[in-house]
Each structure stands twice: as C-alpha cells, then as structure tokens.
C-alpha cells in the first residue's frame, strides 16, 4: 500500500515510455512509479485504520473490565452461598420433625444441583475471562507495533493472527453458549 515493488522495466516497458515521455511520466517512473497524491491518501487511510483500531482496543479493555467485575460478583455469590448453605441442616436438625427434614432433603438436593450449575457457570466465565484477556493481550500487542516500516510479511501475520483468535477455544464458547440457552 504504501511501498509498491519497483517498476520491472522490460523493452517492452522502456518502448512505452519512450513513446509517451514527458518531463511528467519521466519524474512519476523516476520516483519509482508512486503518486504524491496516493501516498497522501494511503497515509490518511492508515491513520483513520490505526484510530479505529485503537478504539476497538479500548471497548474491549472496558469489556473485560465489566466482565471482570461480573467475576468479582460471582465469586462472592458463591461464597455467600457456600456460608448460608453451610448453615442450613443445623437449623434443620433442631427442629426435628419428619415432614421438614424430607422437605429439607428435597431442598438439600435442589441446591446441590444449583450450587453445581452454580459452579458450572462461574468456572466457564472464568476460562472464558482468561481467554479474552489473552487474546486482548495479543491485539493490544500487534496494535501497538503497527508502524510505517512494518513489512508486508509482517502485517500478513498480523491479520492472520487477528483472525484465527489462538487464545479462543471455539469448543469451549460452544459449551458456554448451551450452559445459557
């Protein structure tokens, strides 16, 4: 985009130019075939993709803080639960009677099963939370070295790096999606 290869002059490039020289075309191939005016666009266009990806960078930092957030909550959910539950069959036991302790049975269960689901939800929002933040780590990071002197081997990678997402495991996300559906 910004640096095009070298005009590759063959005789039938040279009759070409020769027929149509002019002190114009002779200054265009001698600049190495580039428009002042495209560098100048290709310039503005680079700044405006460098902007925007740097704002895509900063809505997701804000993104993994609110989800980090949602972590916090989670955890101190569990652990409230983990109290109260704890709590329960005393109170229970007090009281005695076989009508209540069935029906406490029944609850026990239920929040068994709950308190697994529970767990369930929590560990998959935090493999979840570990992948996104290592795949803001790589963006931040290709971001971040982006430069004029970046080669066209280099920027490939960078996209191909982009777009794979390493750090995110498709089975995983999958796994998620049906824990909420």
Known sequence: MLRRPPLIKSEMVERIIKANESRRLKAYVEAGCINPHDGVQNLNKLHTCLVGLQDHLRKAKSLLLELEGFMENVASAMQAAETSSSELPEETCK?????????????????????????????????????????????????????????????ESYCLMWSLRPFVNDEIMFQAWKLVT
Not at 135 to 142: A, L, P, R, S
């Open 95 to 155: 009281n005695g009677l076989d009508h209540q302790a069935m029906v406490f049975d029944k609850e026990v269960e239920l929040c068994h099963l709950e308190k697994s689901k529970v767990t369930d939800y929590a560990a998959m929002m935090g493999i979840i939370y570990a992948m996104l933040k290592q795949d803001y780590t790589m963006q931040e990071k290709i971001v971040s070295s982006l430069n004029l002197k970046s080669s066209a081997g280099e920027l």
